[in-house]
């Protein structure tokens, strides 16, 4: 584009549409196209671009409507005329004083309804308590906005001054995006950050790549625990039988205690200082999980031998037990570190979404083979073994 184009192209964007595209840039290509602003508008567009990523300051939109409390209620009217362009968001109109610093937010429903002669400061009432610091991060923010019932709030600094609004639409926006990574690093990769038929296959297989080589790594260690207790399997080839099983159950169970605990610490249920109450918790639900689990484990045995469906042998009822106390100890181990695990990484300013389905289940995959065979030596130690 000529010089003219881009001037009037990138001035007559909306603010908030015009940090969207610029902060994606190169800073050469930035520096550039930022001096084609006029010099209020350069001035709004460093004040947002200065903010760090995923702060307030980002989603923050330096235009709003602000009168004087002094004023009357046709002066704001006409204000509002007159300024109705340079502002998308008039359904709130701010109070501020001579300095800027926020007095009251007021409906223009109020100005709608009253004498235009009335001055503002007797619509004040001061009674307004959701407000957003520049230092807020954008979860913050959701849940100020989730309780709200507001398309906009206002964003002030630390002496609160009044610096620009934040709109639902944008807080929506985030949402979506915070859900969409979220959703995808539980399956067990990295977010794509975009569309999945935008994607570029290369990329595609990149970002799913390492996790899989991660993951497959740590289920070798599943192997190394089978190489161990070769000996076993073989002096007991009916225990093999059972691996997928007691396995499996400890791997969903971690599954969703994960699930359970990522969700709450996002909706900001839980905090890193509640881990000893959910630990408490998920310990009695993992005892008492794995004990119906291992209950029906222990059916099942008794009834296929009984009906003739299989013949675990002489000691069919040791090797109903032996799946009985290994479910219980399987489950309890999963559901403890699949609700400890997010802890731990969040603890380690990581994202707690990372300590995935699939990251879980490895981990208990492992553990859960050594607390199978060892319960099954104890237990058959003497008798098949």
């Known amino acids: 584009m000529s010089s003219i184009k881009k001037m009037e192209l990138l001035n007559n964007l909306s603010v908030d549409d015009r940090i969207s595209f610029l902060e994606n840039l190169p800073k050469n290509i930035l520096k550039d196209l930022i001096k084609y602003l006029n010099k209020e508008e350069k001035c709004k567009i460093l004040v947002s671009l200065g903010y760090p990523k995923n702060s307030i300051g980002c989603l923050m939109i330096p235009s709003y409507l602000a009168v004087q409390k002094t004023w009357s209620v046709q002066e704001v009217l006409d204000y509002i005329r007159k300024e ?9 109109v701010y109070v501020v004083d001579e300095k800027g610093k926020l007095i009251d937010d007021i409906k223009i429903r109020e100005f709608l309804l009253v004498d235009p002669n009335t001055k503002v400061y007797d619509l004040i009432n001061c009674q307004f308590t959701e407000i957003l610091n520049i230092t807020d991060t954008e979860k913050e923010a959701t849940k100020i906005f989730s309780m709200s019932h507001r398309i906009s709030l206002p964003v002030i600094d630390d002496q609160n001054f009044l610096l620009g609004i934040v709109t639902v639409d944008d807080i929506l926006w985030v949402l979506n995006e915070n859900y969409r990574e979220d959703f995808q690093k539980i399956g067990g990769m990295e977010a794509l950050n975009q569309s999945y038929l935008n994607v570029p296959l290369y990329k595609l297989i990149k970002k799913r790549a390492g996790w899989l080589i991660l993951l497959f790594i740590g289920e070798m260690l599943t192997t190394t ?60 639900c993992g005892f008492f999980l794995g004990s119906i689990l291992g209950l029906t484990g222990f059916i099942r045995v008794i009834a296929w031998h009984k009906i003739h ?59 859960g083979l050594m607390i199978y065979f060892y319960i099954s030596y104890f237990l058959l130690n003497g008798t098949l073994l």
């Open 84 to 92: 109705v362009k340079k502002s998308d968001v008039i359904e709130i």
């Open 225 to 284: 625990v089978m190489q161990k207790f070769s000996s076993v399997i073989e002096r007991a080839v009916v225990l093999a039988l059972f691996i997928p099983l007691v396995v499996s159950s400890g791997g969903n169970s971690g599954s969703q205690a994960a699930s359970l605990i990522i969700q709450a610490m996002a909706l900001g249920e839980v905090k890193i200082k509640d881990w000893w109450i959910v630990m408490k918790r998920e310990i009695i």
């Open 309 to 367: 469906l299989f013949n675990y042998g002489s000691h069919w009822i040791l090797v109903g037990f032996t799946v009985f106390l290994s479910l219980i100890g399987v489950v309890l181990w999963g559901t403890l570190s699949g609700s400890m695990l997010p802890f731990i990484i969040k603890k380690l300013r990581g994202d707690p979404a990372s300590s995935s389905a699939p990251f879980v289940a490895t981990l208990v995959d492992v553990v």
